[in-house]
């Protein structure tokens, strides 16, 4: 008797758009990824995408801006995951968590900790980096 393997596949959902390195362009990364996240019906995962979006938005702009260059962001829903992504073009500035006495520095990083289930950068190709942030999505 053949049987033919059992394929799988998960259900993938992209969204990506380049953004003004602007204090407008950071809030409408926000508006956008909240709308995206309606779209897929995945409105409970709207807030804690939302708040990191915003940190990762407002870093790229006000420590990877560059005079002329843009922001991106990505969205990436896969399985139980939500992947979010800015990438920025300031590869030679990467980000770091505020310690106790630092000051104003790094202080949105620890947001996007305690939401995010985790949490990197990567740099390249040159002069970009990319911060990125993974969401559980579960209701």
Do not use: C
Not at 21 to 36: I, K, M, S
Not at 87 to 109: C, Q, S, V, W, Y
Not at 115 to 130: D, E, F, N, Y
Request: no cysteine; net charge positive; proline share 4%.
């Amino acid at each position: 008797m053949n049987q033919e393997p059992t394929q799988l596949l998960a259900s993938v959902s992209q969204f990506g758009i380049q953004l003004s390195a602007t204090r407008r362009g950071a809030r409408l990364a926000r508006l956008l990824a909240v709308e995206q996240l309606r779209s897929w019906e995945l409105v409970y995962a709207a807030e804690p995408a939302a708040q990191i979006v915003a940190e990762l938005a407002a870093n790229a702009v006000t420590h990877g801006h560059v005079a002329g260059r843009d922001f991106h962001l990505a969205l990436l829903a896969a399985g139980a995951t939500l992947r979010i992504e800015v990438t920025d073009t300031r590869g030679d500035r990467l980000p770091r968590i505020a310690h106790a006495g630092a000051g104003e520095t790094g202080r949105g990083l620890v947001i996007v900790a305690a939401l995010a289930r985790s949490w990197g950068v990567w740099t390249g190709p040159v002069p970009r980096k990319t911060v990125w942030a993974e969401v559980a999505l579960s209701p």
